[in-house]
């Protein structure tokens, strides 16, 4: 099915683990963006990309990784996991520079 | 200070009202500015699409630019309950800044 999906849905991780968030589109948009959702902060940038190959940081990169090795792809690690990274994560795609983003179903993350 | 205000809510209004929902900016690049609909643990979904200043009409939904107040708005006629959710603005400035910023989003209540 066309769209953008993120894997996993639910994760329940402990302190100081390594964790893989996935993020696949089928629409071959040129952005992508990895978005956190806190209460009280609203949806806060993590990083983005405008292609394969080329990405950039947003308002709060700290203790996240990603990359983009192809188009349809945007995975986003968090090297060690911490409490505070406890969040819903939603990745979102987007067609051109206009930026009208298209959002997945998110991934409810739990630090432990 | 963050670059997009929005007045968290919740705002509460009876089924068939007129709501209003404002955002206020301070980046005078910002030229794209859109409107999302997030329903309980649900992805953003776009809305509204407004490019520069003026007003867009989608059916019971107006979105209003004005550029030269840094202020965005979104109406509503005759609410109903279907559209209780949290309404989250955006906006982006194409070009070399092409960075997707949101609003922390009102949640909205419209009671049957």
């Known amino acids: 099915d066309a769209g953008i999906t993120q894997s996993p849905r639910y994760k329940i991780t402990e302190t100081g683990r390594q964790v893989t968030l996935m993020c696949h589109q089928t629409w071959s948009h040129s952005y992508m963006f990895w978005y956190r959702q806190d209460l009280g902060h609203g949806l806060r940038l993590i990083y983005y990309s405008a292609a394969a190959d080329i990405t950039d940081k947003g308002e709060v990169p700290d203790g996240y990784v990603v990359s983009r090795s192809k188009t349809e792809n945007f995975p986003l690690t968090l090297e060690s996991a911490t409490r505070s990274q406890t969040s819903v994560y939603f990745c979102?795609?987007?067609?051109?520079?206009?930026?009208?983003?298209?959002f997945g179903q998110g991934t409810r993350l739990t630090v432990v | 200070q963050k670059e997009v205000e929005q007045d968290p809510g919740p705002l509460s209004v009876p089924e068939g009202a007129i709501v209003s929902l404002n955002c206020t900016y301070s980046n005078s690049a910002f030229q794209y500015f859109m409107w999302y609909r997030q329903y309980s643990r649900k992805g953003p979904e776009l809305l509204m699409y407004t490019y520069s200043s003026g007003n867009k009409e989608d059916g019971r939904f107006t979105a209003q630019v004005d550029k030269s107040s840094k202020y965005i708005s979104l109406f509503i006629r005759d609410s109903q309950p279907s559209d209780s959710a949290t309404y989250l603005c955006?906006?982006?400035?194409?070009?070399?800044?092409?960075?997707?910023?949101f609003g922390t989003g009102t949640l909205l209540a419209v009671q049957p």
């Open positions: 979102a795609s987007s067609e051109s520079f206009t930026l009208r983003a298209f």
């Open positions: 955006a906006m982006s400035g194409g070009g070399a800044t092409n960075k997707l910023i």
